[in-house]
Every structure is written in C-alpha cells, then in structure tokens.
C-alpha cells in the first residue's frame, strides 16, 4: 500500500492559527523571560525559599514555549506525537516527544508550587499545634526537593516504559503504512496511537488525577473559609479584611489555574481516548487556550517594570508590607 508523505498533509484552520500563534509565543516569552528571573532574584526577597521552586518552573515553561515556537512541532492525532516542521526540523526529529517532557515537568512542578502556596497561606490560618511544625524552613524545602525529583524520575520512567520496542513499531507499521514516512521523521508519533502501546488504563489514571486535583481544590477552600471564620473573633477588623482579600486572591489563583492548565490536559486526554476524528485541531485549540494564561501572567509582571509606574508600585509594596507587620502582630497579640 502506498504510504502517505508528511508534506501532503493539509492543515485545518485551527492548526494555520496555531502555527502564527507560537511565533507570537517564542517573541513573548524570550522578551518575558529574563524579566521574570531579574523580579524573582532581585525582587522578591520575601518568597524566602519560594524562589526555589519558581525558577525552575519559570525556566521549564519558558523551554516549552521556546521549543514551540522554534521547533514548530505539529502534533497529528494523538496529540501526544508529531513532527518538527521548524527551522531546525531536520536536525531535532524528537521534538514533538521533548515537548511533551517539558510540558509534564511543568505541570508537575506548578503542582508542587500548589502544594506550597497552600502551605504558606494556611500556616496564617492553622491550628496553634500545627503552625509551630509549619514554620519550620527545612518542611519547605524538603517538599520542593522532594516534588522536583520524586516527579522527575517519575515521567522519565513513564515516558521511557511507553516507549514502545523495535519490533512493536515495525509490527504497527506493517499493518498501518500511512504512518511508514511519519515515523521515519518523528517516531515518536505513534506512541499513543494504539491500545497496545498505551492501555486503557493510562486514560483512566488521567481522568482520576483530574478528578482529585479538582476536588481538593474545593475541599481546601471550604476548609481556608471555615478556619478565616473561626478565628474571625481574635482578629482586627483590618485584619480580617486583609485575610478575606487574600483567601480571595487564593481562591481565584487556584480555579484559573485549574481553567486554564487542568481543562486543556483534560481535553487532550478525552480527545485521545475517544479517537475523535478532529482529535488534532481540538487539542490544538485547547493548547492555544492553555498558553494564553503564560501570556496573561507574563504581561501582568510587565507593571512592575514599567518605569512610568515606579513610584505606584513603591506605593503599593509599602502599603503591603505595612499590612503584613500589622498582621503579624496581631498574631502574636493573639498568641501572647
């Protein structure tokens, strides 16, 4: 049977869209980039060990968006494989398998920064008990430690068991031709392509770590809610309030994250199970709609750069850190 060039392949709308959508990217994010390591290194003095897990993670996204907008991988149905039609295609031809690492690293990691934001913001509202274990630095650190190589060794050794052998991708191939020249480009392309190289159950395990993310994150802010409340009596009414406005901010964080991060994996994870037919340009849309919330987030860190604004955002730390002395001293007036 005659097997199918990658060059005659026609892209749909969405896919044309998306290819002018990571050239914008690659721009954006190289222009962001050091920005946002000059504010974590020399800006934020107060994230104490919280810079730990943000440059890493910085550094990981900015890789991702840089390799799509320089490797252009597209990823053909299943999303999870594809080809690098960039200018560099012919000397990387794994690009579209390194994305896929790269874009599970950050996830993992923006899930142990989670974890810590969590942390930090419920050692305000914790038990008397359990905040004296809370403020203890090496908790903090051993957590990032910990999530950065118990998640590391945990893809890698996914991604090289789903890997399949030799001869399981010559026996695939056999029985599909139109997939020969794709897989001599890309061999990553067929990874997912087939029960036999990804089970039903990886499907599953997917939808239940959805499942869970969502759901602790409604549990955690009912439980945020319930301890603010509690502890309503032995706070200041301008503490109170500020409390209020940062349980706000959490709350706000945690469920655009999930919008934004948690719906377009979702998708592609449904989209692979089902076989959908216009698998490609749905899991292109919902990668266009998962790098917009990158966007917006390096765009909001432009006000603190822009030198027409300066003395505002002076302002506006002062006044932060004026709230924060004037909280922790009614913690320690409520402790004493």
Not at 4 to 25: E, G
Not at 101 to 119: C, D, Q, R, S
Not at 186 to 203: G, M, Q, R, W, Y
Not at 249 to 277: D, M, N, Q, R, Y
Request: hydrophobic share 50%.
């Amino acid at each position: 049977m005659e097997s199918t060039s990658v060059h005659q392949y026609s892209d749909p709308p969405i896919i044309q869209i998306y290819l002018a959508f990571i050239k914008v990217m690659i721009i954006v994010s190289s222009f962001y980039y050091p920005m946002m390591l000059y504010l974590v290194l020399y800006k934020s003095k107060a994230l104490g060990d919280y810079k730990y897990y943000l440059l890493p993670t910085i550094t990981f996204a900015y890789l991702f968006e840089f390799l799509l907008g320089v490797c252009q991988p597209v990823f053909i149905f299943p999303i999870l494989g594809g080809y690098g039609r960039g200018f560099i295609q012919y000397t990387s031809n794994t690009v579209a398998f390194f994305c896929i690492v790269l874009l599970l690293l950050t996830a993992g990691y923006m899930t142990v920064g989670m974890g810590l934001a969590m942390l930090f913001r419920y050692r305000i509202v914790a038990p008397e008990i359990i905040r004296r274990w809370l403020n203890k630095g090496w908790i903090y650190r051993g957590i990032i430690g910990y999530g950065y190589i118990s998640i590391t060794v945990m893809i890698c050794f996914w991604m090289f068991l789903l890997k399949p052998s030799k001869d399981k991708l010559d026996s695939f191939l056999s029985t599909n031709p139109r997939y020969t020249d794709l897989a001599v480009k890309e061999p990553t392309l067929i990874i997912f392509d087939s029960d036999e190289f990804a089970p039903s159950n990886i499907f599953l395990i997917g939808y239940c770590m959805v499942a869970f993310l969502i759901i602790s994150t409604l549990i955690l802010i009912f439980h945020l809610e319930q301890q603010l409340y509690k502890k309503r009596t032995k706070m200041s009414v301008i503490t109170f309030r500020i409390q209020q406005m940062m349980n706000t901010s959490f709350k706000a964080e945690l469920l655009s994250g999930h919008i934004f991060i948690l719906c377009p994996i979702a998708t592609a994870v449904f989209v692979l199970h089902i076989k959908h037919p216009d698998g490609a340009s749905i899991c292109h849309g919902a990668l266009m709609v998962g790098s917009l919330y990158s966007v917006v987030l390096y765009s909001s860190m432009i006000y603190f750069t822009n030198p027409y604004r300066t003395w505002i955002a002076k302002t506006f730390h002062i006044g932060i850190r004026v709230r924060i002395n004037a909280l922790q001293s009614s913690i320690f007036a409520v402790r004493q």
